[in-house]
């Protein structure tokens, strides 16, 4: 049946890189603005540094793949389109050293990529050092406490606050190191600018260092769902010079 | 569908449809099994209460059972050799009485069962208790169909509904009945005999 | 048991072989409810497959309208996490794998030569225990109070994390609906899996190889190799949690000193494959889509084919991918990542051999072919990011963000939906005798393309901004408004999309162009018979000599690979003539006998998962209902006897 829509011409190749343009422009715009809370591209930290860095590296291999194989495909799509309904055109099944390149190529290219992405996991992964200072963190239905087991008021009970009240507080330049506790349910400590998230898992000990490059509030939000309010179970943390760090707890341990 | 002399109709790879089925049908069951399995070695030594499997484990009287369910699988060869050979009234004899040891056999289950529970060993007692209970019920229950499986051989071949063409039929209950006494093999050893 | 005689016949017996006959009445509802065809059985898990696409859908139509703008409240927190579990669990087992099934069930045996599937009862089994559990699983949501927006239906996500998914955390009967709706749903499919293995291992066409296999039959192989060592292991977790849930056993229980990680293993160690099982099948048909239409075959046939069967391998070995932030440590967060590393490559090999396949071809842009490439397209850009989410420390930033959910979306919907879609356009023309209309396929193509681009692209984008997953709302403060606006827009632009293929569908069914047995001058032996198709399939079963056996018929190559017309070749089954159409009786053809056993079984199922959450009694009843239905099925004849 004959309608004005069939006899519409759309050029498949303008709608595709259309698209393709779209898309590029998307990624491209999304570098603009990176004075939001918790991208994960304007990092703060050692540890978001490096992990952004591992994310690079692949990132450029991938797009240049992806050109690769989305132009590539537009490209056969006009090239080889039918222009004679009788033409059937030489049956190639297939070439074998093309088949080995292909393989070995990207193989190369993963495992070259492996490298550096071991060498990172086990940068990153490092027990903490020793001398840095530990936050107990607890993980609950639906906010954190923090707790400073080294850090004690007149009565030696450690300082302790919930994100409820505040953010939590640590000096810029010094590794800390969170120990992660849950209470309830599997929850995941995340302060995007610091650095990548670790799980609060009930009856596991897991411990994430993290250090602030420099001073400044880093916004960060609760990741494993955990019910009915895991979206409101945020946090902040906040990186201050030690001697503005240190005035912050007199202030603590004096209410 | 072609039919080959044997009136059995003729498969790409030559073995029968049922007798591919229940190669895969144990295959998978493997997997089944081995998550309980895995499950309960993952846990092992990590109760946090007892009753522990050093205070309730009986290993002579459980070696007893196992060695009645490894005696099944004996008289279940025998029943299918019989009927290979055409002999309906030995498959009978050996279909019963390979359906009564493993009726033996979840006897001395239950009775197990029951020795735990005065002991204090519950689902829910501990981590021991939950693995091992759910585990070993799921091969119980295994075992179980099983007899009944049997118990509906026996009694259609009581009727004749069972002829030497029909060997197949006996085969497949043997290939089931061999993998629930391998797996109970496998529980023995991993569960009973080696403690860390 | 097949042969085994029951000398008297019973009463009951009677009544049954009663309403079999009524079964032969092709229009009547008997005949649907008793059917063993496989093309039937296709066609019901296609409708049913294509209900449930609509009813996720519009589960994540909900969503988006709540996440197009800031603190939105279009829905609250808790009507949100129990429609986004929904969301997903609909479209993972309601879905693409019965979708899958659904071309399983049409194609295989048509492809491979045969008339039937191995166990024509077991894979009615497969169909209604399907349809059972997804009806299951959707009541749920009316039991809460609907009517009042509270929404009865699970709440701990598809992916039901302990612990939780105990009690105390998922009060309520939701989770348990999930929990044994899955349950079902798994026994489905691995029946299926079970049948389709031995159909195709031991019912290929004689001259059938394995290598003269259809590409869609090779992925179909490896699929339901992977269903069958894949679903026991999520079976059990949902047993585990049963016990949890039920009768308070210590699997997932914290306080009795449990690793709340063996949840996940498990889950994973079943999760991984499970994705292999969505896309390969959607390989396999754009493996058939592509040569078809490039009038070339498929470059590299055994390296898609190892490529394919290595995936599977390889597919076990990486689940912890899915777990590096839970603090499994350094070396299994290495071993892991190196693993999915690799896993990359059998992937790249087909996209690069699938792209050979259209280069020096003659290529028809059809609506199949458009679906086709846009999934080779958008399946690649999935890939990419997933070989970023390997790159184990980047992936701490990533993981439960919108840029995993960004991910899989371009890989299951990207890759499985347009592909399964391709198939549709494909093969409606062979079982309905009409073509769907062509132009409105190319606007469903481009308004989906658009709209899916649209609403997902953004997402890496929202995810690398910090925004985490499985989140009812979020503040305006953080960056994240527009790019969560423009997926709204992105997916009602899909919503329209599928509006206008449903109408084509439905008006090409009754109005479209006539199509006869070879429509798209194809290599396959399922372009050798009528559209569309008699019972039986084919008259004689035919003779196989080579991969792409009626093209070979069709077409001679020269040594240079040039093609000359064949001598005498491509001979297709006459369609009969009007009033003339043979019978499987006529032609001495036995074909399965229509049943209703695989139906009485199935029920059972439900039944025993309603009186576990509600009333045990009803726990007996549903076993009996079992096994009514499985003694039935032994004791009557496969086929009916003269």
């Given at each position: ?21 779209l ?5 491209l ?17 050692e ?6 860095d ?7 291999p991938a ?5 690769f ?8 799509l ?27 190529a ?8 492996a ?14 050092s ?9 993980g609950q ?8 087991p080294?850090i ?7 300082l302790s606050?919930?994100?409820?009240g505040?953010p ?9 190191a969170?120990h992660l506790?849950s209470?309830d ?5 995340w302060v995007?600018k610091l650095g ?16 602030a490059?420099?001073?400044?509030s ?13 979206a409101?179970m945020r946090?902040?943390?906040v990186?201050?010079?030690?001697d ?11 209410d | ?9 003729e ?5 029968d449809n049922?007798?591919?089925?229940m ?7 493997c ?7 895995a ?13 522990y499997?050093?205070d309730?484990?009986?290993?002579p ?24 050979r ?9 279909l019963?009485?390979t359906?009564?040891l ?17 002991e ?6 501990n981590?021991f ?9 799921f091969?119980?229950a ?10 509906s051989?026996f ?5 004749g509904?069972?002829?030497q063409k029909?060997?197949?039929?006996i085969?497949?209950?043997?290939l ?7 797996v109970?093999?496998?529980?023995f ?6 403690q860390? | 048991?097949?042969?085994?005689a ?8 009677q009544a049954?072989k009663?309403?079999?006959?009524a079964?032969?009445?092709?229009s009547?509802?008997?005949s ?5 065809d496989?093309?039937r ?5 296609g409708v049913?497959?294509?209900?449930f ?7 994540a ?14 829905l ?11 969301h ?5 087992f309601l879905?693409?794998m ?9 194609m295989?045996p048509?492809?491979i ?27 749920s ?9 509270v929404?009865?239906?699970p ?12 009690n ?8 348990d609906f ?6 079902i749903?798994g026994?489905?499919s691995?029946?299926g899996?079970?049948?389709f293995i ?6 290929r066409?004689?001259?059938?190889t ?8 090779w ?12 679903m026991?292991?999520i ?10 849930r039920?009768?308070?056993?210590n699997f997932?229980n914290?306080?009795?000193g449990?690793n ?23 390989f396999?048909i754009?493996?058939?889509i592509?040569p ?10 055994p ?6 069967i290595a995936i ?14 839970t603090?499994?440590?350094t070396?299994?967060?290495?071993a ?11 992937t790249?090999?087909?996209i ?5 396949t ?18 080779v ?10 070989v970023?989410h390997?790159m ?10 919108y840029y995993?959910?960004?991910?899989f979306?371009?890989?299951?919907f990207g890759?499985?939906?347009?592909a399964l879609?391709?198939g ?12 769907m ?5 190319h ?9 899916f681009?649209?609403?997902?692209f ?5 995810g ?15 960056g ?7 997926s ?7 919503a ?12 090409s ?10 429509p798209?001058d ?9 559209s569309?198709?008699?019972d ?15 093209w ?7 040594a ?20 003339h159409e043979e019978?499987?009786?006529?032609l ?8 209703f056993m ?8 439900p039944?025993?998962?309603?009186g ?7 726990v ?19 086929t009916?006897?003269?």
């Amino acid at each position: 049946m004959k309608t004005a829509f069939s006899r519409l011409r759309l050029p498949p190749r303008r709608v595709f890189l259309a698209v393709l343009l779209l898309g590029l422009l998307m990624l491209l715009l999304s570098g603009c603005d990176t004075d939001t809370p918790q991208n994960t591209f304007d990092t703060k930290g050692e540890v978001a540094d490096k992990q952004a860095d591992v994310f690079y590296w692949a990132m450029w291999p991938a797009i240049a793949v992806m050109i690769f194989v989305l132009g590539g495909c537009a490209f056969l799509l006009i090239r080889f389109r039918e222009r004679d309904p009788n033409y059937v055109p030489p049956q190639i099944h297939g070439n074998t050293r093309m088949e080995l390149a292909w393989t070995i190529a990207p193989a190369v290219l993963m495992l070259g990529l492996a490298v550096p992405m071991v060498a990172t996991i086990f940068d990153l992964g490092r027990e903490p050092s020793e001398d840095a200072m530990v936050i107990n963190v607890t993980g609950q239905r639906y906010s954190w406490t923090f707790e400073y087991p080294d850090i004690l008021d007149a009565d030696g009970n450690p300082l302790s606050l919930s994100s409820l009240g505040g953010p939590a507080h640590i000096p810029v330049g010094q590794e800390v190191a969170f120990h992660l506790h849950s209470t309830d349910v599997i929850h995941s400590f995340w302060v995007p600018k610091l650095g990548g998230k670790l799980d609060v898992v009930p009856n596991v000990n897991n411990v994430l260092w993290l250090i602030a490059d420099e001073p400044g509030s880093f916004s960060g939000q609760c990741a494993e769902y955990c019910g009915l309010d895991h979206a409101n179970m945020r946090l902040t943390v906040v990186a201050q010079p030690e001697d503005e760090f240190q005035a912050w707890v007199d202030e603590q341990l004096a209410d | 569908m072609s039919h080959a002399a044997t009136g059995h109709l003729e498969t790409s790879t030559g073995i029968d449809n049922k007798k591919l089925l229940m190669w895969l049908f144990l295959a998978s069951d493997c997997l089944f099994f081995g998550s309980f399995i895995a499950a309960y070695l993952l846990y092992r030594d990590r109760s946090l209460v007892g009753p522990y499997p050093e205070d309730l484990f009986d290993i002579p009287f459980t070696s007893v059972s196992a060695f009645v369910l490894l005696m099944s699988s004996v008289s279940m060869v025998l029943a299918l050799s019989a009927i290979q050979r055409g002999n309906v009234r030995g498959l009978q004899i050996w279909l019963f009485a390979t359906a009564a040891l493993g009726a033996l056999f979840i006897a001395g289950q239950a009775y197990e069962f029951t020795e735990f529970y005065h002991e204090g060993l519950r689902l829910d007692t501990n981590l021991f208790g939950t693995t091992f209970y759910v585990l070993t019920g799921f091969h119980g229950a295994h075992v179980t169909i099983g007899i009944l499986i049997l118990l509906s051989l026996f009694i259609v071949s009581l009727r004749g509904g069972i002829q030497q063409k029909d060997s197949l039929t006996i085969e497949l209950a043997g290939l089931y009945w061999h993998f629930v006494d391998i797996v109970w093999i496998v529980i023995f050893t991993l569960i009973y005999l080696i403690q860390p | 048991m097949a042969s085994i005689a029951v000398p008297r016949r019973s009463a009951l017996a009677q009544a049954l072989k009663g309403a079999r006959h009524a079964a032969e009445n092709k229009s009547s509802i008997w005949s649907w409810l008793g059917t063993v065809d496989h093309k039937r059985i296709g066609v019901l898990y296609g409708v049913s497959a294509f209900f449930f696409f609509i009813v996720g859908g519009g589960e994540a139509l909900l969503l988006r309208t709540q996440l197009a703008r800031p603190d939105g409240n279009v829905l609250d927190a808790d009507q949100f996490n129990r429609l986004f579990t929904m969301h997903g669990t609909t479209m993972v087992f309601l879905v693409v794998m019965p979708m899958s099934a659904a071309f399983f069930n049409l194609m295989v045996p048509l492809l491979i030569g045969a008339r039937d599937v191995a166990f024509p009862r077991l894979n009615a089994f497969s169909y209604w225990l399907f349809l059972c559990g997804a009806i299951f699983l959707n009541a749920s949501f009316f039991t809460g109070d609907i009517f009042n927006g509270v929404l009865g239906a699970p709440d701990g996500g598809w992916f039901g994390y302990a612990p939780l998914n105990l009690n105390r955390y998922t009060p309520g009967h939701g989770m348990d609906f999930w929990m044994l709706g899955v349950q079902i749903l798994g026994i489905a499919s691995l029946a299926g899996g079970f049948n389709f293995i031995v159909t195709i291992l031991n019912m290929r066409a004689p001259g059938m190889t394995l290598f003269r296999m259809p590409v869609f039959v090779w992925m179909t192989l490896v699929t339901s190799f992977l269903i069958i060592f894949a679903m026991p292991v999520i079976a059990v977790a949902l047993f585990e949690l049963m016990f949890d849930r039920l009768f308070n056993a210590n699997f997932f229980n914290p306080d009795a000193g449990a690793n709340p990680l063996l949840w996940q293993h498990m889950f994973w160690l079943f999760g991984h494959p499970e994705v292999y099982i969505l896309i390969l099948p959607a390989f396999g048909i754009i493996s058939e889509i592509l040569p078809t239409f490039a009038r070339k075959p498929l470059f590299g046939y055994p390296f898609v084919v190892f490529s394919g069967i290595a995936i599977g391998f390889m597919s076990w070995g990486v689940w912890v991918h899915h777990m590096y932030t839970t603090g499994l440590g350094t070396i299994a967060n290495s071993a892991f990542g190196i693993s999915t590393v690799l896993i990359a490559i059998p992937t790249g090999v087909k996209i690069f051999n699938w792209m050979a396949t259209l280069a020096g071809g003659s290529i028809r842009l059809k609506a199949p072919l458009m679906f086709a490439v846009g999934t080779v397209a958008m399946f690649t850009i999935g890939g990419l990011s997933g070989v970023t989410h390997s790159m184990v420390p980047s992936d701490y930033q990533q993981q439960d963000t919108y840029y995993i959910v960004a991910h899989f979306h371009y890989v299951l919907f990207g890759g499985a939906i347009f592909a399964l879609f391709g198939g549709i356009y494909y093969w409606f023309p062979k079982f309905t005798g009409r073509f769907m209309n062509d132009p409105w396929g190319h606007v469903h193509f481009w308004l989906m393309f658009l709209g899916f681009n649209l609403t997902f692209f953004p997402m890496h984008i929202s995810g690398l901004l910090g925004m985490p997953r499985r989140i009812y709302t979020y503040s305006g403060d953080m960056g994240w408004d527009m790019w969560n606006l423009i997926s709204s827009v992105g997916a009602f632009t899909i919503a329209l999309s599928v509006s206008i293929f449903m109408v084509n569908f439905i008006i090409s069914l009754r109005r479209g162009e006539r199509a006869g047995a070879d429509p798209w001058d194809g290599r396959t032996l399922e372009w050798t018979i009528p559209s569309p198709p008699p019972d039986y399939n084919f008259r004689e079963t035919p003779q196989v000599h080579s991969l792409d056996d009626f093209w070979h018929q069709k077409y001679a190559e020269d040594a240079n690979g040039r093609v000359v017309p064949a001598l005498g070749g491509g001979a297709v089954e006459p369609a009969a003539e009007h009033g003339h159409e043979e019978t499987a009786h006529s032609l001495g053809i036995h074909m399965p006998s229509p049943s209703f056993m695989p139906l009485i079984a199935s029920l059972g199922f439900p039944c025993i998962a309603t009186g576990l959450i509600y009333d045990y009694a009803l726990v007996p009843v549903g076993a009996a209902l079992i096994l009514v239905g499985l003694f039935g099925w032994a004791m009557e004849p496969a086929t009916e006897e003269e």
